[in-house]
């Protein structure tokens, strides 16, 4: 599966943006998807992931009541609504999606390398 992120940009503390992952070769449906996001000399870590029937959702705690994960399987399509951007959320966003095998735990969405498909990812900067 292709995926292809876009919706970052510059924007001031308090803001907000909405992050878009756009899915296309396989069936969208049958993955679950996540963001990451990599700081300037930091591993990329965890944001927020959501199951393939989009019932299930995960964030990383500091994000949490800020950004919310949605999708939109009729347009092949993941977002990241982020609310309250602060200065430590700049980094470059990534989307991933894993294939349903059947199991979803937060240990196994949260992990980076549980992902097959990566978009290519799309810049966040948050100005104080």
């Known amino acids: 599966v292709q995926l292809q992120a876009s919706g970052g940009g510059l924007v001031q503390a308090g803001d907000s943006l909405r992050l878009s992952c756009a899915a296309s070769?396989?069936?969208?449906?049958?993955?679950?998807m996540a963001w990451f996001r990599q700081a300037p000399g930091k591993e990329r870590e965890f944001v927020a992931a959501?199951?393939?029937?989009?019932?299930?959702?995960y964030y990383e705690d500091s994000v949490k009541g800020r950004f919310t994960i949605s999708r939109d399987n009729a347009k092949n399509t993941v977002y990241l609504q982020m609310n309250s951007l602060e200065p430590e959320d700049t980094a470059v966003y990534y989307c991933?999606?894993?294939?349903?095998?059947?199991?979803?735990?937060?240990?196994?969405?949260?992990?980076?390398?549980?992902?097959?498909?990566w978009g290519q990812g799309t810049q966040v900067t948050v100005s104080s």
């Open positions: 991933a999606a894993l294939p349903n095998r059947g199991y979803y735990a937060y240990s196994y969405l949260s992990t980076r390398n549980s992902y097959d498909y």
């Open positions: 070769g396989r069936t969208f449906s049958n993955y679950h």
């Open positions: 959501i199951t393939w029937t989009g019932d299930t959702l």
